[in-house]
């Protein structure tokens, strides 16, 4: 059973992440039919625009925490782990050897929707935080609905950042705005995150799935070969050759901090539903003035 639906309209494609029991996120199964999509959609040439989209009330909230703590589908994960003497049982994966069997999947979907030389629209009508943060910005465009939220999130479980987060936001919001919202894990509404260079447009809930249709299908009827060329200057003028390698790098990085102990913590705290503690609690350091009152900032 797919979790990922797609279906097509003329020449409009959509894809719809459909795993609603776990808030849209991404296990094996998911990433593995998500790329599958992404592959055909970018590749088939009657294709001309395509639709990436969450059910209504969620986006996608990047790869599925359960999933990496339950340690993964040890069937997928045989080509990661390894025999250490011939007959001996294959090591357990750790948590980044699970969190790589996913992203490999997404960095190839994200890099699929950069290449295509059709348009991707991200129809986020819900949350998108961090790899489904990440998927929205790789799109060409992203129109939200009045409810849609985006959020890094990666650092409330120590995590460094994937999914081509760290090579999108700099790119569209500047290097300041993207150490704001990595730093102090600001969740923006859609009309804020529109400010910012994040979102394309936002419509109303009521009228948003008529209005990305509108939209997608004004794509489609559109010149699809100057499209195309103009997207490839577009990506070639903005770095997006380096967006493989960025990606290669952003998954080293990301596995590293899966097996460190921030993570672990992130990913207890985050089962129990409290506030991560990545350093002794602010009572055990020593009494400081600048600790004394410290306002919020930026909430």
């Not at 020449?11 to 795993?19: P, Q, Y």
């Not at 609905?145 to 987060?165: D, K, N, P």
């Not at 919202?181 to 400010?195: G, H, T």
């Not at 596995?255 to 009572?283: D, I, M, W, Y």
């Amino acid at each position: 059973m797919t979790n990922i639906d797609v279906s097509q309209i003329g020449g409009i494609a959509v894809i719809t992440i459909n795993r609603p029991a776990r808030f849209n996120s991404l296990d094996i199964q998911t990433a593995q039919d998500l790329r599958r999509a992404g592959l055909h959609c970018a590749r088939d040439e009657r294709i001309r625009a395509v639709v990436i989209r969450g059910l209504p009330g969620v986006f996608c909230s990047g790869a599925d925490l359960k999933f990496i703590r339950d340690g993964g589908d040890a069937g997928d994960l045989a080509y990661l782990t390894y025999q250490r003497l011939r007959g001996e049982r294959r090591s357990r994966a750790n948590y980044g050897d699970v969190f790589k069997q996913i992203l490999e999947y997404i960095h190839s979907t994200i890099s699929e929707i950069r290449r295509a030389p059709k348009p991707f629209i991200a129809a986020v009508d819900g949350i998108a935080a961090a790899g489904g943060f990440g998927i929205a910005m790789s799109c060409d465009l992203v129109v939200a609905s009045e409810r849609a939220a985006f959020e890094w999130a990666y650092s409330r479980t120590g995590l460094t950042g994937a999914e081509s987060s760290t090579f999108m936001l700099p790119r569209l919001v500047g290097l300041r705005r993207s150490l704001e919202l990595m730093l102090l894990n600001r969740r923006l509404p859609a009309a804020q995150a529109r400010d910012y260079g994040l979102v394309t447009v936002v419509f109303p809930v009521d009228s948003f799935e008529e209005q990305v249709m509108a939209l997608a299908g004004r794509l489609a009827a559109g010149p699809a070969h100057a499209f195309a060329v103009a997207k490839e200057l577009l990506n070639q003028s903005a770095g997006m050759d380096q967006l493989d390698a960025h990606l290669d790098r952003e998954l080293q990085e990301l596995t590293r901090a899966a097996n460190g102990v921030e993570f672990a913590e992130g990913l207890t705290a985050f089962f129990e539903k409290r506030q991560a503690q990545f350093t002794p609690p602010v009572a055990s350091l020593p009494d400081h003035p600048s600790r004394r009152e410290m306002p919020a900032i930026l909430e």
